[in-house]
Structures are given as C-alpha cells and as structure tokens.
C-alpha cells in the first residue's frame, strides 16, 4: 500500500487540524560501560556518555521538524536499567545517579529521561531491592527522571514482594511531594512483561538486548482518527475498523519517515517506531472520544471494552502494514487525566476503576494517570497493581500501572497536574480491606501459558 499525492496533502492536513504529531523521538543509550565500584565514577561516566550521544539529538530533531512540517512535542532519552548499571558500586541508594541523569537530561535540553528502572518480576536481587529503596527520593527531587520495574511476567508469576515494596515506594514518594499533589508518582510505571523498547515515558528503558544507542519514535494521533469517524455516520463496525486501519498506515508512515531520517542525520541506527493513539488534554485529542463516535454515549458505558478491542486491533493492523519496525506498545492509551473525555467519564461516575480494569485486558497497556484518595492503605495500592499485573500474566501481554495516591484529596475531588498529565477526579477505591492477602508475599506462580516452548 504506497500514499498518492491526495494522501499526502491528507496527511498534512491532519497535522493542521486534528492533532497529528510526533509525541517523542526517543533517542536510547546503553549505560553498561558506564558501571564502577564507584557510585561518583557512575554519574561521572553517565554524564560523559550522555552527553557525548545527545549532545546533537535536539538540533536534529528541530531541522527535521522545521524541514518536514510535522510536529514533534518531545525529545526524551531512556537508558539502561539503573539498578544494573549502580550494582558494582555496593551503594545502598542510587539517588546520586538519578540526579546525575536529571542533570545530564538538563544540559542536553531534552523533556525526559527515563530508565530508573529495575527488572524483579521472579525475585529480587540486591540492585533492585536498592532501587525500589531509592524511588521516593529520586522522583521527587529531579524533575525528568522516569522510572518503571517489573514485578511479574507470563514466564515467572507476580512477585508480590515486589509489588508491596513497589505500593509503599508510591506512597513515600507521594507524600514528599504533596505539595505538588504526589506527582512524583507521575513519573513511574509498575509494569508486568515490561518491554525494553518502549519510548513513551513514564516507562521507556532502553533494554540490554537493544543496539548501543538507537533512535525510536513515539506518534499519536487519536484526533485523526476521530475525525475519519466523525465522518462515518451509520457505518457498520467492520468498516469503522477498515478506516481506522488506513489512518493508522498513514500516521505510521509519516513517522517512520522521520524517525529514519532523525537516525540517519545522527549516525544511529532507527530501533522501532511505537504507533500508539497517545492523547493529552486538548480537546478533541482523546481515545474517549473515539470510542464515543462508535456509538457510545459516554466511555465507559457497556460496550466499551469491546469498542476497545476494535479499536486497538485496528491500530496493530495499520501500522504493521506501514512499518517492519513496530515496537514499544503500539495500540491505544487510556490514561485518565491525560484526557479530557476520559476524566469527564470519570467525574461522572460512568468510568471506574473497574471498568478501567477491564478495558486493559484489550488495549496494549493499563491503569495510567489514574489519581487515588491519598490515604490509600499501601496494601490496597499493591492489591491494585496485583490485578492490572494478573491481567499482564494471563493474556502474555504488557500491562502497567501509572497510579497516584494524591496527598489531603478524597474521592470527587479534583486534581490539576498540568502539562500533558492533565486533570481530572480522583477515583474511587473499595473500602474492604486486602491487607492479609498482600501480607502474605511470595510469588503468584506463573501460569501454564509459561510452558510454551
């Protein structure tokens, strides 16, 4: 399938009215050189490494931008998982290395850098246990660091030992920034079958399997496609999917485009290109929306998860087609207060947690920018994760939990993060207690879907 020139002035004219853009160019960096005994030579290496491959990143980006008309709203950098890169030092905090990085992200003039990040889905090895440790003050105190860890897998279970220290790790660093409504958990994905070519933060790593560095790019576009559905009044629902598919290879070829272009003018090899319907609070940016112009009065109503499934089914389809190097997540976000028909769904009471629950069981990822009453027990947070990571385990499929419990806020209340986080309600959660059930620890076994090979 190849674009005619008609496609082309499409595609420009999406751009100009209905939200398409690059959301990231994501440029990653492996840090595995960079370990010492020493936790200054750490930093110290860090920034050299850093600085050495980023230093052209933002002036390429804005010519390719500039050249080719295509927005492009962030330059982010995601790095080798830091617990390995602090391990060889012993140190039993590596704050000292995300403050390097948030420096380094600083000079180099890019939005995000994500990669604080620790893998403990089967166990917990030393580095990690020292990570999780060192997220409460690690978010809070640097404004680009992101972080993620990984508590279960299809192959290994749900570490439930993980995902308690994870839940306490959330509501430490929620209270060192309640002044800021707990934004600090902003920045950090629990994760089951955590990808590690991801460029959207706040989970984007840049995996040890991975090139030494490598350019990947994230694009959204789900104004797009409410405007091709806005146009499709009375079509049957295997119609819907064909329209949504086409602008799906649309967007996707557009950014592949980019992204090799961006790779080419820094010497770097292009990784993947991660099409995901990524929206912000703008109105008429909203995955909500979309499924309101299938046909529902509000999302979150019944039929939801199915328009869902369409929906992201479409959007892997599209892209394949445009682009051998799909990667990341790919498919649709939901993330509450990063869009506006969402977070009105919220409000409303039509969209909850459950129903959010459910939905992740068919969209590529899970509970994202949902805000919570801020005297949340730690065992209620954990139980939550629990479930999105079964959801994960069960389908072999990425699933994450972007979850704050807001400091002084109940139920109804309304909380404004700013920027593409957004605002919205803070959620419900049940009352009834699952403290015995987490307090017990260990590991959920992996399911039989394991015994595949």
């Known amino acids: 399938m190849w674009l005619t020139g008609e496609e082309i002035l499409e595609t420009l004219r999406m751009i100009e009215a209905e939200h398409l853009d690059i959301r990231t160019v994501t440029l990653g960096i492996s840090l595995s050189d960079c370990a010492s005994e020493s936790i200054d030579r750490v930093c110290d290496n860090v920034r050299r490494k850093l ?22 709203v962030n330059r982010r950098i995601a790095v080798t998982p830091i617990a390995y890169v602090g391990a060889p030092t012993g140190a039993t905090s590596y704050v000292p290395i995300a403050r390097a990085l948030d420096a380094a992200a600083e000079d180099l003039g890019v939005d995000f850098i994500g990669g604080f990040s620790a893998l403990a889905g089967k166990d917990f090895q030393e580095c990690s246990r020292v990570l999780v ?42 209270r060192l920034t309640a002044d800021r409504d707990g934004l600090a958990c902003g920045k ?32 959204s576009g789900p104004g797009v496609v409410r405007a091709v559905l806005s146009q499709m009044a009375g079509a049957d629902l295997g119609a819907c999917s064909e329209a ?30 991660d099409l995901s319907l990524a929206p912000t609070p703008t109105p008429g940016d909203s995955v909500a929306e979309i499924l309101q112009m299938l046909g529902l009065e509000r999302a979150g109503t019944h039929g939801t998860t199915a328009a869902l499934m369409l929906l992201n089914d479409a ?36 969209m909850t947690l459950d129903k959010l629950e459910a939905m992740t069981a068919v969209c590529s990822v899970g509970l994202d920018m949902v805000a919570v009453p ?14 999105e990571m079964a959801i994960g385990v069960v389908n072999n499929k990425t699933t994450g939990v972007r979850i704050i419990p807001v400091p002084g806020k109940k139920a109804g209340d309304v909380v404004d993060f700013g920027g593409l986080l957004g605002f919205g309600p803070v959620m419900a959660v049940k009352p009834w207690s699952s403290a015995e059930f987490v307090h017990r620890g260990g590991r959920i076994p992996a399911p039989i879907q394991a015994l595949g090979n």
């Not at 600085?51 to 492009?72: A, D, N, R």
């Not at 993620?148 to 509501?171: C, D, F, N, P, R």
């Not at 790593?205 to 990947?216: L, P």
């Not at 801020?374 to 939550?384: C, N, R, S």
Request: aromatic share 6%; glycine share 12%.
């Open 244 to 273: 949504i598919k086409r602008t799906a290879f649309k967007i996707t070829r557009m950014g592949s485009m980019v992204g090799q272009e961006v790779s080419r003018r820094l010497g770097l090899p292009f990784g993947v290109i």
């Open 133 to 174: 440790a060192s997220l409460p003050e690690a978010l809070a105190t640097t404004k680009r660091v992101c972080g993620s860890v990984e508590v279960a897998s299809t192959k290994s279970g749900i570490h439930m030992t993980a995902v308690s220290a994870v839940a306490q790790a959330l509501m430490a660093a929620a």
């Open 51 to 72: 600085g050495f491959y980023g230093q052209k990143l933002g002036t390429v980006v804005e010519q390719v931008s500039s050249e080719f008309g295509v927005p492009i």
């Open 315 to 350: 959007v892997k389809k599209g892209g394949a087609m445009a682009a051998s190097s799909v990667g990341g997540l790919s498919g649709a976000f939901i993330p509450v207060t990063e869009d506006a028909a969402m977070a009105e769904a919220a409000r409303l009471g039509c």
């Open 374 to 387: 801020g005297d949340v027990p730690w065992e209620t947070l954990a139980a939550i994760i629990a479930d």
């Open 188 to 219: 950090f994905v629990v994760f089951s079958n955590m990808p590690q070519d991801n460029p959207f933060m706040a989970g984007a790593v840049h995996g040890i399997g991975e090139a030494e560095a490598c350019i990947n790019v994230g694009i």
